[in-house]
């Protein structure tokens, strides 16, 4: 992804549709004040206004958008080649439903697509527990595992429980091997039991926001 390519696609898509800062204001919901300083000033491009432009204007390409890749609206692009991917601009957390996150239930907001990848499905992540690592924006694409067995203490995992979403390094207790311990660089470290996870991750490719 390119630095400052974001915001010139914003720029090019809000001309093409014939929107000024008023009008696009009101239409994404995002106060006036606070787009103008992120597309005509100084001010970064947020996940929020992105969100909004996929939410408000679902003619427009998700790929183009947070990619570059291909053309501004969906109706441009050629047939959805096969090895693309979704991608989940807000994946649900799991709220007591063992069954309840699953992405294959879900709508993708749309699908990326990258030579050599390997991911089942991209997300954007929040909060700053893994920096330097993955900074909170940036988005990650992951491949589900099948047996705590294949953990690596120095892979970086998403574990869905009944109550949380996270991503974190992981490993299973020395002492008790029903017990995994969630590691991050910022953070205390603590222990989720295996019975309450209800899915788990692999990230394997980062998409880093600029």
């Known amino acids: 992804m390119k630095k400052g390519g974001i915001k010139a696609r914003v720029t090019a898509l809000f001309k093409s549709k014939s929107l000024n800062v008023n009008k696009a204001s009101k239409l994404l919901g995002i106060p006036q004040r606070t787009l103008n300083r992120q597309v005509n000033e100084d001010g970064n491009v947020s996940m929020e206004l992105l969100y909004a432009i996929l939410d408000k204007m679902p003619d427009v390409s998700p790929e183009w958008l947070i990619m570059g890749n291909g053309g501004m609206y969906r109706n441009d ?34 699908y990326i697509s990258l030579p050599s990848q390997d991911a089942s499905f991209y997300f954007p992540v929040s909060g700053t527990s893994m920096e330097p690592e993955i900074f909170s924006g940036d988005i990650v694409g992951v491949v589900r595992v099948d047996s705590f067995e294949k953990i690596s203490p120095e892979a970086i995992y998403m574990i869905v429980t009944n109550d949380n979403r996270m991503v974190k390094h992981c490993y299973v207790d020395d002492n008790n091997p029903d017990l995994l311990w969630c590691v991050s660089p910022n953070y205390p470290s603590f222990p989720v039991y295996k019975s309450e996870i209800c899915a788990m991750f692999r990230v ?4 880093q926001y600029l």
């Open 77 to 110: 692009e050629p047939m959805l080649c096969i090895e693309a991917v979704p991608f989940y601009k807000d994946l649900p957390v799991s709220a007591g439903l063992r069954d309840c996150y699953d992405p294959t239930l879900e709508k993708p907001s749309g």
């Open 204 to 207: 394997v490719s980062r998409i």
